[in-house]
């Protein structure tokens, strides 16, 4: 290596640094995330540790390549000019520090979201502030930053060693074969790191998801390079109105649509309820944030960290294979008011421009008052343009409208937000839609000074993640939901409204992770934590007694269900069902959609689940039932594998096409929801009641 010029030779030694510190990265990725219930087999570990090394000489070497490029210009020569070989030190350092700090970022993300960071992180810089706030109170930031601070340092130390090192002893002159030589090897094995592969195609970042294994793709992705592929990606939904027109008379059977139109694919149907109350009960909606099945006494979790949310599935109906479509909140919200799943792949739609009209069964209930509470602002995710475009009448209530105090990033706490709530609605004389949004259960997980007798339970952490919990603070942050429920129920039962309505608990989205030893190998090995939540469906004055309805449904289906149940007539035109209507029980779906690249589309039967890429590439299916259900069964079932991957396609290219053509009737709707001249209520300042204490579980 001596008779290597200075500059090839520093480029060489600094790669092999690189790889060597990237290398350290991903044990320790792998180290810690690695799920402890279902370890990587051998082979596809050492393949995603080739991948991976194969990536990050791509990284490195694009970090040093304008060194090698302008480094011969004698200007910018490190190891012939004073101020070049600054100029690089400071460079290098830069680039370094900003790398590592990328690495801490994608390893905080990963921890949470179960995903490396990706373009759709971007969404958190339109409200930087509550993003900013949220990583600081989440985050060790102080820690974080001295030790990037630290890194630069070393940094910095290393390459001036290093380009002093290199600059020694500088080799006698090659001659000018000699250097033709040295130029054209460099470039050649340059090239070929940055290629990659000895195919006609380069290493892409869709090479590392080799393996069914989420966790096995993730190990191998560079998170950088990742990052800006997605953003390359781009994407966002679209239609093909040819897909759309070969489906839609399989689409409009199934949605039970009598009047078909193929030319205007017209989805739009009456829902005419099943059950007949006496008068127009009440609804209230709380979306659970976070809650995942497996986190509840409904799961069999030992821990019965929920007895609450337990004793009102017990006395109501609880839907136990309830899957939302996607993981993430505002998408959502997005589709349990609207009835599509948010299919954009790049972004969500409640932020898009032209989504952002959309036809809601919350309107059909007609002389309803109708509250939105949210204990942050509801201008997160430009949710506050879903809302009020399209939901007519509606009462906001967000921070500045309460009196108790803001605890953190995410607003005023559950426990008071549910207080806010009750007050509101002791005071309506008249039927009341009400949605109910809690935050609480997200980092930085803070549990309020005042919540009502709440006592935090110290827990072995290893015990913790064993049943489903990544740590103390996450396990009580579940608890004091389930509390603040049953806080809001006691209180709720002590009004006059409580016989007159009916109470639907759902959650927005499950959570990533090791789901706990409670939870079917299915669930574990599928990696349906993200999906599966409870759906509770609790009425005393309707629902006489508790039942357990086990067919699968799913989150489009919640508004025509309550619609329904409550005996209002409604107008449907998008992918939900009335989970209680018998014309529909012989066939029920559940849709699901991993959005990061490569996408992937699944579709839930009571019997198997079925996967593919959004293109329609590896289609794979598995089992619920049999002992192989992890083997990929489509080869056995050839029939059932065809009608899935059929079914799947269908729903997904209806759902893209209704994002856009799911635009409200407002002239019929202002005209009907609200009688004219009727009075609006403002929102008030709600003043904080003193707490229940000392309640039982339901």
């Known amino acids: 290596m001596e008779r290597i010029p200075s500059l090839p030779r520093f480029v060489a030694v600094a790669v092999i640094f690189s790889l060597a510190t990237f290398s350290m990265l991903r044990l320790g990725f792998w180290l810690y995330f690695d799920p402890a219930n279902n370890p990587v087999p051998l082979g596809e570990l050492l393949a995603a540790f080739y991948l991976g090394l194969k990536f990050d000489l791509r990284f490195a070497l694009a970090l040093l390549l304008p060194l090698l490029l302008l480094g ?3 200007g910018l020569n490190p190891f012939r000019r004073r101020p070049a070989k600054t100029f690089w ?45 949220m990583v600081w109170e989440s985050y060790p930031v102080v820690g974080g930053s001295l030790v990037a601070a630290a890194a630069a340092a070393l940094v910095a130390y290393l390459a001036h060693r290093l380009f002093l090192y290199c600059g020694r002893g500088e080799p006698p002159p090659l001659g000018w074969r000699g250097r033709a030589a040295v130029r054209t090897a460099t470039i050649l094995l340059v090239l070929a790191g940055l290629y990659g592969k000895l195919s006609y195609y380069p290493l892409r970042w869709s090479d590392a998801f080799f393996s069914e294994r989420t966790f096995v793709s993730q190990l191998a992705l560079h998170p950088v390079l990742y990052f800006t592929d997605t953003v390359r990606y781009g994407g966002g939904a679209t239609y093909d109105e040819d897909q759309v027109g070969v489906h839609y008379a399989e689409m409009a059977e199934w949605l039970g649509v009598a009047r078909t139109d193929k030319a205007g694919f017209d989805f739009r149907r009456t829902g005419d309820p099943v059950h007949k109350p006496a008068k127009p009960p009440n609804v209230v909606i709380v979306l659970l944030e976070s809650m995942a099945t497996h ?60 989504a952002v009209e959309q036809h809601s069964i919350v309107n059909c209930f007609l002389s309803y008052e109708k509250f939105y509470f949210l204990g942050g602002s509801v201008s997160w995710g430009n949710i506050r343009g879903l809302l009020t475009h399209n939901i007519s009448g509606l009462h906001i209530l967000e921070e500045g ?8 990033v995410w607003g005023i706490s559950d426990l008071d937000l549910f207080r806010a709530a009750d007050q509101v609605l002791r005071e309506q004389t008249g039927p009341f839609l009400a949605v109910i949004q809690t935050s609480g ?24 993640r064993r049943w489903g919990f990544s740590s103390v603070e996450h396990f009580n942050s579940c608890r004091f939901m389930d509390h603040s429920v049953g806080q809001f129920m006691q209180m709720a039962r002590e009004s006059d409204y409580f016989d007159d309505t009916i109470f639907v608990f759902f959650a927005d989205h499950g959570i990533a992770g090791f789901p706990g030893e409670h939870v079917s190998e299915a669930d574990t090995r ?9 759906l509770i469906i609790y009425s005393p004055g309707m629902i006489p007694e508790g039942r357990v309805i086990e067919t699968v449904a799913s989150e489009p289906d919640v508004l025509p269900t309550l619609a329904s149940l409550a005996g209002q007539r409604y107008i449907n035109t998008t992918l939900g069902r009335d989970l209680l209507d018998p014309r529909f029980h012989s066939e029920r779906y559940a849709f699901i959609m991993r959005p990061n690249p490569p996408v992937q589309v699944g579709l839930i039967s009571d019997r198997f689940y079925f996967e593919m890429s959004a293109e329609g590439d590896r289609p794979r299916l598995k ?44 002239d019929r ?13 403002q929102p008030p300042l709600v003043a904080a009641p003193e707490p229940v204490r000392g309640e039982e579980p339901l």
């Open 669 to 681: 709707r202002d005209r009907l929801v609200r009688p004219r001249n009727s009075p609006r209520p």
């Open 295 to 354: 986190k509840t006494g409904l799961s069999g979790n030992p821990l019965r960290p929920t007895p609450h949310i337990d004793a009102l599935a017990r006395n109501g109906y609880y839907f136990s294979n309830f899957f939302v479509p996607l993981p993430n909140s505002a998408r959502s919200i997005f589709c349990a008011l609207t009835g599509i799943p948010d299919v954009e792949t790049h972004g969500t739609s409640s932020r898009n421009p032209r």
């Open 526 to 534: 599928f990696q349906l934590g993200l999906f599966r939540v409870p």
């Open 89 to 133: 030190v400071v460079y290098l350092t830069v680039a370094g520090a900003a790398t590592l700090l990328f690495y801490m970022v994608d390893f905080g993300h990963y921890a949470y979201f179960g995903t490396r960071v990706d373009a759709t992180a971007l969404e958190g810089l339109r409200d930087w502030t509550a993003t900013a706030q």
């Open 72 to 74: 011969e210009v004698s």
């Open 401 to 408: 409208s309460y009196s108790a105090p803001r605890i953190d």
């Open 623 to 666: 089992s619920f039932k049999e002992a192989a259900g992890g083997d990929n069964l489509v080869d056995r079932y050839p029939g059932i594998a065809a009608e899935m991957e059929r079914f799947a396609r269908a729903y997904l290219e209806t759902a893209r096409y209704m994002l856009f053509h799911n635009k409200p009737d407002r």
């Open 441 to 464: 259960n997200h980092p930085p997980y803070t549990i309020p000074d005042d919540n009502a007798g709440f006592e935090f339970k110290d827990m072995d952490a290893e015990e913790l």
